[in-house]
């Protein structure tokens, strides 16, 4: 069983997929730290180093490599994952289940407020100009976002409860 999370960051694709893998007994795979580990470098590093066009064709790659493989996993993608080079085609293809963790911008903003320093997007955007960011930024990837399987709506739900109806909707 294949299954990936998108979502916008903070939507909490990372903690929900460590959790269900630990229920379920089966690999979690971060797609960001696949990136870095083959690349021995930061994402912040590549993107500054070497600009987002060649991040996003090592991100494509990479994500082609991972979901190729014939192993059980859960893998959390970058929020802009979906987004390019066809990857939500491709999500949904190789995939056996594709969720999207969907949140409001409000709960998104309480969120992110608390890690902006650890968000190289958000890091330098004042706390007043975050929703506005936040919502031109959903508004463009929401297309993406929707096209997956199943749709979770994650406000005011805490990771146990989320984690229980992902379950409920494996096959």
């Known amino acids: 069983m294949k299954i990936v999370f998108v979502g916008y960051m903070g939507s909490g694709k990372t903690t929900i997929g460590k959790l269900l893998a630990k229920k379920l007994k089966i690999s979690f795979l971060d797609l960001d730290e696949v990136i870095e580990e083959r690349l021995e470098d930061s994402i912040s590093n590549i993107f500054n180093g070497k600009g987002e066009i060649f991040f996003r064709k090592k991100e494509h790659e990479y994500l082609n490599d991972v979901l190729s493989q014939k192993n059980n996993f859960i893998l959390s993608t970058g929020g802009g994952t ?14 056996d289940y594709v969720f999207y963790l969907k949140i409001s911008i409000p709960g998104l903003v309480k969120r992110l407020i608390l890690e902006k320093e650890h968000r190289p997007l958000i890091k330098n955007i004042d706390d007043g100009d975050l929703p506005e960011f936040i919502g031109k930024h959903l508004f463009e990837r929401n297309n993406f976002y929707l096209k ?4 979770i709506e994650c406000d005011n739900k805490d990771p146990e409860a989320l984690v229980a109806e992902i379950q409920g909707l494996l096959a």
């Open 82 to 95: 979906p987004c390019y080079s066809g990857n939500m085609d491709t999500m949904l293809e190789l995939a």
């Open 148 to 151: 997956a399987n199943h749709i």
